[in-house]
C-alpha cells in the first residue's frame, strides 16, 4: 500500500508540471510591445527547434500575390534579432491589415548576414523541404504555409529545420531550445 501511495503522489507530480503553463516566450523585435499588448492585426511567431543559440533570428513576411512570397524584392516586413541564451523565443510581425500572409524564419548561427550550409529555416506552415526544393529554388505551396490573420494577434509556430546528412530536418528536440 505504501509504494501504491508513493508512486501514485510521484504520478500527481508529474501530471501537475505538465499541465503548468509554459513560460512565457521573450517577444523580440521593435514591435514586442505591439504583440504583447494583443494590438493587431500582427503576426507573433514562436520559433522553436534552435540548434544552439549563438547568432541572430530573422523573420520576414510576405503579403499579396503567393507567387511574390519568399521573394526578397516582396518583404513586407523583416526583423533581426539575436537569439537569447535561453527560454522560448517569439517574434511579432505587424502586418498591413488582415489577410492572407506568409512568414519564413532564419536562425544565422554565425551571424554572418547571410545563408550558408550551417544555418537552420523555417516558414509558416512548417512544410517539408528537400535538399531538391533547395537547389532548383523551389517554394513551398501557398496553401501549405499561408496564415490567415484578422483584426487581432495570430499565433502561428514554426519549427526550425537544419541540414543534417542528406536532409533537411528538424534538430532532436531537447528542453530550452
Known amino acids: 500500500m505504501l509504494k501504491f501511495r508513493s508512486c501514485m503522489v510521484g504520478l500527481s ?3 501537475a508540471q505538465a499541465s503548468a ?3 512565457a516566450a521573450t517577444i523580440l523585435g521593435p514591435d514586442a510591445a505591439t504583440c504583447a499588448r494583443g ?3 500582427a503576426i507573433l511567431v514562436n520559433v522553436v527547434g534552435f540548434k544552439n543559440r549563438a547568432g541572430t533570428v530573422r523573420a520576414r513576411t510576405f503579403g499579396g500575390s503567393p507567387a511574390t512570397w519568399f521573394d526578397k524584392k516582396h518583404v513586407l516586413k523583416r526583423t533581426l534579432a539575436d537569439v537569447p541564451s535561453a527560454g522560448p523565443v517569439a517574434i ?3 502586418v498591413p ?8 524564419i532564419r536562425h544565422d548561427i ?3 548576414g547571410k545563408t ?5 529555416a523555417g516558414a509558416s506552415g512548417n512544410p517539408q523541404v528537400s535538399l531538391f526544393d533547395i537547389i532548383f529554388k523551389r517554394k513551398p505551396a501557398a496553401d501549405k504555409v499561408s496564415v490567415r490573420v484578422t483584426e487581432g494577434v495570430t499565433t502561428i509556430t514554426i519549427v526550425l529545420k537544419y ?5 533537411i530536418k528538424p534538430v532532436q528536440m531537447t528542453s530550452g531550445r
Request: some cysteine.
Open 92 to 94: 511579432c510581425m505587424p
Open 110 to 112: 554565425d551571424g554572418a
Open 13 to 15: 507530480l508529474v501530471f
Open 97 to 104: 491589415g488582415p489577410g492572407t500572409y506568409a512568414v519564413d
Open 39 to 41: 494590438d493587431g492585426p
Open 21 to 23: 503553463a509554459p513560460a
Open 163 to 167: 541540414l543534417s546528412g542528406g536532409s
Open 116 to 120: 550558408d550550409k550551417g544555418d537552420g
